[in-house]
Structures are given as C-alpha cells and as structure tokens.
C-alpha cells in the first residue's frame, strides 16, 4: 500500500450519502474493470458499454490506459513501479465514480495480480462494487490484429518491456467476467458485460 506522506489532515464526512446518489441517478456506482493483452479489445467493447448504457439513460464513464497517461498519469512509465502506481492511481479515481454512482469502465492492460488485487480491495474496503472482466484474446490473435502497430515495435526491439512480448501478463485466476473476444462479436461482449451488471443489481437504485 502507498505510503501516507501528508500529516495533519482529517477525513470531512460529506452530509449527501451514496444512498440518495443512487436514487438520485436511478443506479449503482461500481467498477467494471477490464483487463487483458493490447489488442484483446478491452477498449473497444468498453466505449461500446458506455455508448449503450447512455443510449439507456444510465450514468457511465470509461476510462482508457492511453487516455489516462495524457493527463492524470502523463508521469509514469512501464516500469514494474510506475505501472503498481498507474493502477493505484486510476483505482482511486474509479473508487471515487464509484462512490458517485457512476458505473466506471475501465480498460486497462493491468499486467500484475496484485495491483489488480490492490484495486479490488480498495473498493472491498469502501463497500463498492467491483467486477474484474478478463477480457481474454490468445496472444497471436492479439498480434494478429495490432491496432497501434506495438507488437511489431516490440517483436523488432524498438519497445523493451511490452507486456506479452518481454514482459509477463498474469491472467486472472478467477476473473468475475471471462470475455473470449476471438469468439465473440462486440455486441456479444457487450451484451455480457450488461448481464453481469443487471446480475449485481447495478441498474436500479
């Protein structure tokens, strides 16, 4: 766990609780978290969830590790270090959508068990939601598709520490959600993903 470096400082208890959120946005706040290789398609059937679950008047926002590391996490790079505080950081900030009643997507590669583990805690410890999707693509059909052309970088030395390549990837050991993208349509996994969440009676308040 991060270290607590800031003194003198006191939790201000809020007087709107998470109960009249959730009645106010008609809906749950929880994480859907994806994981998985670059190119599995964690964030294409992620923005295709936050698209339909606005299309149906729920309160969505999706995260995406590229987009994270623009602003948020613009400070991080892909060492074993900065990837454990990339997770811990975006795991704060859904806890807080979360909190919001705001179902948050997130679509990170998220290499390592326990950084994964680290986030589902932080959420166990607040009472929130959360739901660890593996969103599963064998690794040659993950290389086959290549969408940012990293692979080929990393296959030819120019990316060192490409997770899947020179880098490992932990597969869940027992994934909420276990989504096989090589079988399946977007539309199929997206369906999946609304199942779950009506599973966990997210949509209603």
């Known amino acids: 766990m991060t270290e607590q470096k800031a003194t003198n400082i006191t939790w201000h208890e809020g007087t709107v609780t998470r109960s009249e959120r959730q009645q106010n946005l008609g809906q749950k706040g929880c994480t859907l978290w994806l994981t998985g290789l670059s190119g599995s398609g964690k964030s294409t059937i992620a923005m295709a ?12 926002y999706c995260m995406d590790g590229d987009n994270i590391r623009h602003g948020l996490n613009k400070n991080l790079g892909f060492s074993a270090e900065d990837r454990a505080e990339n997770i811990r950081r975006i795991g704060e ?4 959508f979360a909190d919001a009643g705001i179902i948050a ?7 390592y068990r326990a950084d994964r583990e680290l986030v589902r805690e932080l959420n166990k410890e607040a009472d929130l939601p959360f739901i660890e999707v593996y969103v599963d693509a064998p ?9 940012k052309g990293l692979y080929k970088k990393a296959r030819a030395g120019e990316i060192k520490g ?11 050991d027992q994934p909420d959600l276990h989504i096989r993208t090589d079988q399946l349509s977007v539309a199929q996994a997206v369906q999946q993903l609304l199942d779950s969440l009506e599973q966990h009676q997210l949509l209603a308040p």
């Open 93 to 96: 900030v859904a806890k807080l």
């Open 139 to 147: 690794l040659a059909v993950a290389e086959e598709r290549d969408p």
């Open 162 to 172: 490409f997770t899947g390549i020179d880098d490992p990837y932990e597969e869940p």
């Open 105 to 111: 997507i997130t679509s990170f590669i998220s290499p």
């Open 49 to 60: 969830l936050e698209q339909v679950l606005l299309q149906r008047g729920k309160h969505a």
